[in-house]
Structure formats: C-alpha cells, structure tokens
C-alpha cells in the first residue's frame, strides 16, 4: 500500500459524495467492511502491506472526520474512518480496481450532511471592509481581505451542504452594522456568522477565539454550545492555540440583529490573530483558509447533529 488521499466528489444538483482511494501496487485479495461503534467505518484489505509508518490523518470534509491506517496483521491492512455522521446513514461503498496502481475507493453519501444543514439560512459576514481595514499583520496582510477569502470559502461548504447562504459583502468595501443586521433579518436567518481575526497588537498572541449572542428566543446557552463546537472544531483541525469562548459585548453584535423576533444565534469567530508573524503566514495560504472554513462548517454540522438532552429530562441508568 503506497498511498492514501480524500476528496468530495460533488453531485449534479444533488448530495454528492466523500471518496477515499487506498493505492497499492497489486490488489488485495479480499476486502471486507464493518463498524466500530455507530460512527467508524473500518476497511480490513487482505494481502496488503502498508510500506509507511501507520499514520492518523485528519480530513475534516464535514463526513470524514479522520482517516487512519496501520496493519490489523502481517497481510492485513486496515483503513479507519471516523465520521461526523452515522456510519449507515452514508450507505457507504467499497471496490477494488486493477492497475497500476491498483485503486481501493470507498465512497460515503453525502446526504446526511445534507439532513442536518439543509435548509438552514445562514449569513456569513466577512468583518470591516474598505477604509476600515481592521487588524493588520507585520507584513501588512489586512484582516478586511483575509476574512473576505475565508468568507467565500465558508459560503461554498455551507451552500454544498445544502445551506441558504447570504454573504454581507463579497468585495471590499465599508458596510456599517445596520447593513449587515438588515441581510439577516430579511432573510430570516437563524445564524449570523461574523468573521474576524483576533485584534490584539501582541505578537505573541495566536490562536482562535469564538464570542456568541443570541436573540431571547434562543437565548445564551444555544448560542454558547453553537459557539464551543465551533470553536472545539477550529482546535482540532487546523489545531489553533486556545484564545477562548466568551460571551460577546452588546456592541459587537450588528446593530438591530438582536432584536430579530425568532431563535437567531450571533458568532463572531476571531480565526488567528494577525499581529503574530506565523498566523500571518498561515493566513495567506489559499489551503489554510479552506480548512478554516471547513472547520466553522464542521462545528456547525456537530452543534445539530448532536442536540443536547433536554433540560429536565433525567437519564434512567
Ligand atoms: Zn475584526
């Protein structure tokens, strides 16, 4: 076995669907698929050999959580993944195709993805814009731009999970809270995502820190939980240093957002922090941005797949 790689092969107008391709110079000679517990999938490929080190990888495609390799015996190699989801709700596949290399694909439904965010009407909010450059790194990357691209990104992946995306700017340009509220509430959302990098001027100081609001029909706790799995998401993979999760001051939320008469939950995800020279350079790789936004849309995907127990409600053991 010489190689292992993901990637999400998109649907025509529908859920498409996660692929994991094992390479190997020969076919296995027999493969089988099973479960450890309801969110692992696990491939067992006979008459293989891994010619590298066993290794954990995280994906982060908001189905595959992470994909990991080792022998399960001397001619056995087995392939874990863990899930965001139900390991049956994805119906998932496996076959084996000759050449050279011989592939090993298995692939995931997308649909559950879909079951959880489809539907939902979110707004993402790239912070500051035009003469308000916000943060800005030793190297002069700006945060106006920086959560700009971030934004795009988040868009895309909360739009190919089947979300209703309204973005407050797609270019750079001064939009007073006023404005970004009125998206919101026009649109009815139940989730306002603002996009920041952290403010301090220390460059010592990295890492990621989510601050939440919510309306008084969702109220502080939903807001905080949505908040902790986004944050707990952003920790994990791309694994940024902990700045916290904080309730935010009543001036950060958009003027007027709060007000909205329906469950609506503010986020302000504060993504690295610029004045650090390593976050800056972070910032300006295209493939760091994207795990960033992947990471926000995978801690959304954890808040509604996995709904706290009802207050009140006592668990008989
Ligand atoms: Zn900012």
Known sequence: MTNLRSRVEPGAGAPGRSVVE???????????????????????????????????RPVGDGV???????????????CRLSLEL???????????????????????????????????????DPAHGGP???????????????????????????????????????????????????VALAARAELFVSLHTGHEEDPACRGVRVLYAGTSRSGPAAARRLAERVHGALREWPGLPDRGVAEADAALAPSGLLAASWPLVFVAVELVCLANPL????????VF???????????LVRHHAHPPLREGVALAL
């Not at 490929?45 to 080190?53: A, K, S, V, Y």
């Not at 994909?67 to 001619?75: E, F, K, N, Q, T």
Request: with cysteine; proline share 5%; charged share 25%.
């Open 289 to 299: 941005r994207d795990r960033l936004a992947q990471a926000v849309r995978n801690g």
């Open 86 to 124: 139900a390991v049956a709700a994805t119906s998932p596949t496996i076959e084996a195709l000759a050449g050279l290399p011989a592939l090993v694909r298995i692939r995931l439904s997308r649909a559950p993805l879909h079951r959880v965010l489809g539907g939902r009407v979110v707004v993402v």
């Open 22 to 56: 094992l390479e190997a110079t020969q076919l296995p000679r027999h493969v089988e698929m099973g479960t450890a517990g309801s969110t692992t999938l696990v491939a067992r490929l006979w008459g293989l050999r891994l010619n590298m080190d066993p290794f954990d």
């Open 64 to 78: 595959v959580r992470e994909l990991s390799l080792r022998h399960a015996g001397p001619d056995c190699v087995e």
């Open 132 to 182: 308000d450059r916000g943060a800005r790194g030793p190297i002069n990357l700006e945060e106006r731009h920086v959560v700009l691209k971030v934004a795009a990104r988040l868009a895309h992946h909360l739009a190919e999970a089947g979300c209703r995306v309204h973005l407050t700017r797609e270019d750079d340009r001064p939009l007073d809270g006023a404005r970004r509220a009125a």
């Open 279 to 286: 976050d800056e350079a972070l910032m300006r790789s295209s």
